[in-house]
């Protein structure tokens, strides 16, 4: 099955000036509201996660790919 991405609106206006001024398309915003990172383009979004995925990695968090999830959720 195919991930679908998801977009969400910036109800508040909180970052969208933020994101135009320094020229940001999509950013990843963790649970704490820290950024851990932005691209300019789209299309660069999946090394940003690539590299999330890596310093979760470092840090001994284990990843499971789409076909595992979907295998332990029965």
Known sequence: SAETA??????????????RQHGIDTMLVRPDFYLYGAVAEAGEVN???DELAADLARHGVRLAAAREREAVAG
């Open 47 to 49: 090394r940003l996660v």
């Open 6 to 19: 998801v977009a969400l609106v910036d109800l508040d206006r909180r970052f969208t000036a933020y994101m």
